[in-house]
């Protein structure tokens, strides 16, 4: 059995941050990443429309003040390609003309600098409920429940303690429960650019998931599908080990 309860969550997005201060983006992006988003960090006007231009994301965070193209031109130039991805300006610079010149470049959001992170977090959130990147708000499989506004996760009424990757991991198998989930898949959306794909990082988490949910119920419901990949199932199947 697979609940879904519809409503917006924060994991398994994957988020474009576009900043030249390397301090700050190191320290939003390790915000971001406890929060289970997978981010990739880009520092100049260039390296952001390469990235937008060979990955698929949910969200752009994009500060305005950047070396050789700023981030306004950023915009314009990924709206010209018929892009729809959220766009959320930073920027120190709060005169009205500046707001207005940012949202007229395509963005969909201004938030001025410095700012909260709970705001933050609260303004991707609100993007995020006007576009296609509609997120369950509970999502069941079997006895195993998934809070996702909370990211908690219990099995017959026992909450399990999760990392916040294996929190991530868990939630994307969930997301696409019954189906098969590869590991280039895997990788996609739960890891960023970094991930290295001749890694047994996967398999390690899977390990490692498979031992809080299942070890100590006699149904399994994380199941390996050999040659294909993993999937999060309550119904037993002969290819499942």
């Not at 520092?43 to 390469?50: C, K, M, P, Q, T």
């Not at 390609?81 to 920027?91: F, I, R």
Request: with cysteine; charged share 30%.
């Amino acid at each position: 059995m697979l609940v879904v309860c519809t409503a917006v969550c924060e994991a398994n997005l994957r988020i474009l941050l576009v900043e030249d201060e390397r301090n700050a983006a190191g320290m939003l992006a390790k915000g971001l990443r406890e929060r289970a988003y997978a981010v990739d960090v880009a520092l100049d006007g260039d390296d952001a429309l390469y990235r937008l231009s060979i990955n698929s994301y949910d969200l752009v965070l994009l500060d305005l003040m950047l070396p050789g193209k700023d981030g306004y031109a950023v915009c314009r130039e990924l709206r010209g390609t018929g892009s729809m991805v959220p766009v959320l300006m930073l920027t120190a610079r709060d005169a009205v003309s500046d707001r207005v010149a940012g949202l007229d470049a395509g963005g969909d959001d201004y938030l001025i600098k410095p700012f909260e992170f709970d705001e933050l977090l609260a303004r991707v959130r609100a993007l995020l409920r006007r576009g296609p990147a509609l997120r369950p708000e509970t999502i069941q499989v079997g006895d195993l429940v998934i809070e996702t506004q909370a990211h908690r996760v219990r099995r017959a009424a026992r909450y399990i303690n999760l990392t916040s990757k294996e929190y991530a991991l868990l939630d994307y198998l969930a997301r696409h429960a019954e189906h098969v989930i590869g590991r280039a898949e895997i990788a996609e959306h739960v890891w960023d650019e970094n991930f290295d794909p001749f890694s047994n990082l996967i398999e390690v988490y899977i390990q490692r998931l498979r031992r809080k949910i299942d070890e100590q119920h006699d149904y399994k419901l994380l199941h390996t599908i050999r040659g294909e990949g993993y999937m999060l199932s309550d119904a037993e199947a002969d290819s499942h080990v």
